[in-house]
């Protein structure tokens, strides 16, 4: 199984970016697929996950701000990031869990104030 991240990159504060992740390989139905990140000094912390059946979770400090959806056909995640801070700086994985969990390489995201 395979994850390509894309999207991230240099946004001022307050601003919008939108993250994708495909997943290829022999993924089989996907369960749960969502993200993670990663800010420089701090531990991996998720952000939000989505299930099969549409119930989404999120972390507290994205809440109102994060949107995850996901596109089953395209075995693709999406994270819509909106009124970004810079707190939000990290590297952004997208994870898929299906007998185990996989992660991809992961996108930078990083806001200047």
């Known amino acids: 199984v395979q994850l390509q991240a894309s999207g991230g990159g240099l946004v001022q504060a307050g601003g919008s970016l939108r993250l994708s992740c495909a997943a290829s390989?022999?993924?089989?139905?996907?369960?749960?697929m969502g993200w993670l990140r990663q800010a420089p000094g701090k531990e991996r912390e998720f952000v939000a996950g989505?299930?099969?059946?549409?119930?989404?979770t999120s972390a507290d400090s994205v809440k109102g701000r994060f949107t995850i959806s996901r596109d089953d056909g395209k075995n693709t995640v999406y994270l819509q990031m909106s009124s970004l801070i810079p707190e939000d700086t990290a590297v952004y994985y997208c994870?898929?869990?299906?007998?185990?969990?996989?992660w991809g390489q992961g996108t930078q995201v990083t806001v200047s104030s």
């Open positions: 994870y898929v869990n299906l007998t185990r969990a996989y």
């Open positions: 390989g022999r993924t089989g139905p996907i369960y749960d």
């Open positions: 989505m299930t099969m059946s549409g119930s989404t």
